[in-house]
């Protein structure tokens, strides 16, 4: 086998030309092996020019200050201490939606921190890690729903749910919303009426990672253009929109799905649609996607969110961030 990947036929070419009676079936160090090494140096770089428009955000797009430390404790503490005013504690459903084959303590430690902070009783997690299609994690959370809230395909918006979506939870999130079925991926009445979705960097224009390894199908659907992501968007849009206010949380560092890459397409000039939030953060240059759901900035603000009180984070600063565009 050649090198790259071709049958050899024991007439490589070599210093010599084609035919030259070499039959080792590799190229020599004369102009064939220039021309891999080149060949390779330019996929590489290519390579990496895609990576960083996936990832870094556009130059001069605003980002949302973060308070500090010492104010976050303060609102965490406030949270905890005080029910919402609005009496949503009792009756407000949750549904928190677990990452891409990530363990159950993902998704069951930011349910315990926005049970403290949000008071509220009924919230449903689910994570799904041994599931590799569509099909397997929406028939997951669609079992859980029927367990927890038998009746809930029927609800209308006044039984709507807040829905919180790690990663690739966000785009499971939207599927409920418009009823996909997991097989065909059609729009069907089954679906889960949601009052409000925060995703938390959810690959909703597909995910950097997933253009380079795809270990199963459901990582091969999250990738740009895929089919999963083409039913959802034509699904909204042929339902005439969402239907509920989404706020897509995205981080610089985010090497696995990408700062632009985690908000959803919405108006026409690519920015936020009625009554949506996007909210650009500066995340850590190691396990920046990993950590998001335990950020304290981050939950506090989803918290507030979810409680009907003012985010901690919206207002923007007006320092430009670096980068390539995208």
């Given at each position: 086998?050649r090198?790259?990947?071709r049958?050899?036929?024991?007439r490589d070419?070599g210093?010599?030309g084609?035919?030259?009676?070499?039959?080792?079936?590799w190229?020599?160090?004369?102009?064939t092996?220039?021309?891999?090494v080149?060949a390779?140096?330019?996929?590489?770089?290519?390579?990496?020019?895609?990576?960083?428009?996936?990832?870094?955000?556009k130059v001069g797009?605003?980002?949302?200050?973060e308070?500090?430390?010492e104010a976050?404790?303060?609102?965490?503490?406030?949270?905890?201490?005080?029910?919402?005013?609005?009496?949503?504690a009792?009756?407000?459903r949750?549904?928190v939606?677990?990452?891409?084959?990530?363990?159950?303590?993902?998704?069951?430690?930011?349910?315990?921190?926005l049970?403290r902070?949000?008071?509220?009783?009924?919230?449903?997690?689910?994570?799904?890690p041994?599931?590799?299609t569509?099909?397997?994690?929406?028939?997951?959370?669609?079992?859980a729903?029927d367990?927890?809230w038998?009746?809930?395909?029927?609800?209308?918006?006044?039984?709507?749910?807040?829905?919180?979506?790690?990663?690739?939870g966000?785009?499971v999130?939207r599927?409920l919303?418009m009823?996909?079925?997991g097989?065909?991926?059609?729009?069907?009445?089954r679906?889960?009426?949601?009052?409000?979705?925060?995703?938390?960097?959810?690959p909703?224009r597909?995910a950097?990672?997933?253009?380079?390894?795809?270990?199963?199908?459901?990582?091969?659907?999250?990738?740009?253009?895929?089919?999963?992501?083409?039913a959802?968007?034509?699904?909204?849009?042929g339902?005439?929109?969402?239907g509920?206010?989404?706020?897509a949380?995205?981080?610089?560092?985010?090497w696995l799905?990408?700062?632009?890459r985690?908000?959803?397409?919405?108006?026409?000039?690519g920015?936020?649609g009625?009554?949506?939030a996007?909210?650009?953060?500066?995340?850590?240059?190691?396990?920046?996607?990993?950590?998001?759901?335990?950020?304290?900035?981050?939950?506090?603000?989803?918290?507030?969110?979810?409680?009907?009180e003012?985010?901690?984070?919206?207002?923007?600063?007006?320092r430009?961030?670096?980068?390539?565009?995208?």
């Amino acid at each position: 086998m050649r090198p790259d990947g071709r049958q050899n036929d024991g007439r490589d070419q070599g210093s010599g030309g084609p035919g030259n009676g070499r039959r080792s079936g590799w190229p020599d160090a004369g102009g064939t092996v220039r021309a891999v090494v080149r060949a390779g140096s330019e996929r590489a770089a290519a390579g990496v020019m895609a990576v960083c428009r996936g990832v870094l955000p556009k130059v001069g797009r605003a980002e949302h200050a973060e308070p500090g430390a010492e104010a976050l404790r303060a609102a965490w503490a406030e949270m905890e201490r005080r029910p919402p005013a609005d009496g949503e504690a009792g009756g407000g459903r949750l549904l928190v939606l677990a990452g891409y084959r990530a363990p159950w303590v993902q998704v069951r430690n930011l349910e315990r921190s926005l049970v403290r902070l949000t008071h509220r009783r009924e919230v449903v997690a689910v994570a799904y890690p041994t599931a590799g299609t569509v099909a397997g994690v929406l028939a997951r959370v669609r079992a859980a729903l029927d367990e927890a809230w038998p009746g809930w395909p029927g609800w209308t918006d006044g039984h709507a749910v807040d829905v919180v979506g790690v990663s690739m939870g966000g785009l499971v999130g939207r599927s409920l919303a418009m009823g996909l079925d997991g097989e065909s991926l059609a729009a069907t009445e089954r679906r889960l009426a949601v009052r409000r979705m925060i995703t938390l960097c959810s690959p909703h224009r597909g995910a950097v990672a997933a253009e380079w390894v795809r270990p199963d199908a459901l990582a091969g659907q999250m990738r740009a253009g895929s089919a999963w992501l083409r039913a959802i968007n034509a699904a909204e849009t042929g339902g005439g929109g969402r239907g509920y206010p989404l706020i897509a949380y995205t981080q610089t560092a985010d090497w696995l799905v990408g700062a632009s890459r985690s908000v959803p397409e919405g108006a026409p000039d690519g920015g936020p649609g009625p009554g949506d939030a996007h909210v650009h953060l500066r995340g850590r240059l190691v396990m920046s996607h990993f950590l998001v759901s335990s950020e304290r900035a981050v939950l506090v603000d989803v918290a507030r969110r979810l409680r009907g009180e003012g985010a901690v984070m919206d207002h923007q600063s007006t320092r430009p961030r670096s980068g390539a565009g995208s």
